[in-house]
């Protein structure tokens, strides 16, 4: 027996030697941004450090802990980098039409006491490609291909967490806003609603799966509102639930997730959440059009 | 050695063995990864009590474990990890052997599988296992005896349905 656990070590830093890693400095810059948005949060308001963070004003050429020429400006995520589309090479800065402020992406505020952002960054056109809904399992989506979604011109993302009683940051949820024309905007939406209702129930691989132990998930997504924010709005639910082939038994990975998507005008808004209370997903949902409204031409 | 200097050669250094473990405990390759790079981040935002700390991979794995244990716990989802990487990259799939064993540590109690993974995959002697779960030498040692024992059970009954 402690032959297993003996040789574990040695068989997984030869199974997962090749993963990738971040590098040090990425690491760096998502703790720096943390800091200074705790920063920004205090009560002592510092109306021009907010400005700056917000994106609202150029960042000065401020010191930081391991760099002193660093600036507090977002970086792009280098882990979604792709070779740009030659026909897509300029940058979109604040000035173009297709750039929006922090104000179009749900605030910590907007969610509640003591809730904060982990992590936060923009995308330019072209480097990040994912669909927000995991529906990679599922066989309708392996069919037509739905692209889209990825011809954002713009887009901003967070993720936002709050303490737990035990000193842990518990995740609360992700947000994303983007920007497209209006029509790949109206586009997006009505392909999200046509895939969730292809994709509506089907069997995944599940990790929980071994060679001796077979599982396999049970997905479902289910839309439960529509129009109820912004031009076109939606509120979903994703359950996953993995089972064992031969007993049906639950392996205990069972996973729910909500999710809603909003659009006003040429912006649309993603939001994710772990904690299953729809009630509040569809709030947050309402929050986000109000926010996609003020940076919104069209409202 | 500045201090981004000293933290990248912490990162470098203990990452893959800290992800080892990680994953041990959670079953999950990307989890594992992104808790291990979570925790790194927050030894950032904490480095001067990270860099005095007596063993600082140690300070990084306990705050691993706890990032991961407290996600797992809540069963939680890859949701958040795709929203902001997209699906996971092709990531090396760990071998056959290794998912039976990973598997099976992960239908131990938790606070057995912890203790076998500090043990064995962590390479920490017993009086650190006791030192970083908070409990005598006496219960981390009962823990290992009483881990190995079900994980022989399971590892056998799984042998046994392989051979039919």
Not at chain 1, 248 to 259: F, H, L, Q, R, V
């Amino acid at each position: 027996m402690s032959d297993d656990l003996e040789r574990l070590a040695e068989r997984i830093a030869t199974d997962l030697g090749e993963v990738r890693w971040a590098d040090g400095v990425r690491l760096r810059t998502r703790a720096r941004r943390r800091t200074v948005r705790a920063v920004v949060a205090a009560p002592v308001a510092v109306a021009v450090l907010a400005a700056v963070v917000w994106g609202l004003l150029p960042a000065p050429r401020a010191a930081a802990p391991d760099n002193p020429t660093s600036s507090l400006a977002p970086s792009p995520s280098p882990s979604m980098s792709r070779s740009a589309d030659p026909a897509v090479t300029r940058k979109v800065v604040q000035g173009d039409p297709a750039w929006f402020s922090l104000v179009a992406l749900l605030q910590p505020a907007d969610v509640g006491d003591g809730v904060f952002v982990e992590e936060m960054d923009e995308q330019q056109p072209q480097t990040y490609g994912a669909w927000p809904f995991p529906t990679d399992g599922c066989p309708a989506y392996a069919g037509p291909r739905i692209s889209t979604h990825s011809r954002y011109r713009f887009m901003r993302w967070a993720t936002m967490v709050h303490t737990g009683p035990s000193g842990n940051f518990i995740d609360q949820l992700g947000v994303q806003t983007r920007r497209y024309t209006t029509a790949d905007a109206v586009q997006v939406v009505e392909d999200t609603q046509s895939l969730l209702r292809a994709c509506a129930r089907y069997d995944a691989p599940t990790e929980a799966s071994s060679k001796f132990k077979p599982a396999h998930a049970q997905v479902t997504w289910t839309i439960l509102a529509q129009g109820f924010a912004g031009d076109q709005s939606l509120l979903v639910r994703m359950r996953s639930i993995s089972v064992y082939d031969d007993t049906g038994e639950s392996t205990g990975n069972d996973i729910a997730a909500a999710y809603a998507i909003v659009r006003v005008g040429d912006l649309v808004a993603v939001i994710v959440s772990e904690q299953d209370d729809f009630q509040q997903t569809l709030a947050l949902a309402k929050k986000a059009g109000a926010r996609l409204c003020e940076a919104s031409a069209t409202c | 050695m500045n201090q981004a200097d000293a933290f990248d050669e912490l990162y470098r250094a203990s990452r893959q063995r800290l992800f080892g473990y990680v994953y041990a405990v959670t079953g999950d390759v990307a989890e594992a990864q992104d808790a291990v790079q979570e925790a790194f981040v927050r030894a950032w935002q904490h480095w001067p009590s990270v860099r005095d700390h007596p063993n600082p991979e140690s300070w990084v794995r306990v705050t691993a474990t706890r990032i991961a244990v407290s996600r797992w716990r809540r069963t939680r989802t890859r949701v958040l990890a795709h929203l902001r990487h997209g699906p996971p990259e092709s990531v090396p799939e760990p071998g056959t052997e290794t998912v039976e064993v990973v598997a099976a540590l992960r239908r131990l109690p938790e606070e057995q599988r912890l203790a076998l993974a500090l043990y064995y995959l962590a390479g920490l002697p017993v009086k650190e296992v006791a030192a970083e779960t908070g409990v005598p030498a006496g219960t981390v040692k009962a823990r290992l005896s009483r881990g190995r024992a079900a994980l022989a059970r399971l590892l056998a009954a799984q042998v046994e349905v392989g051979d039919v």
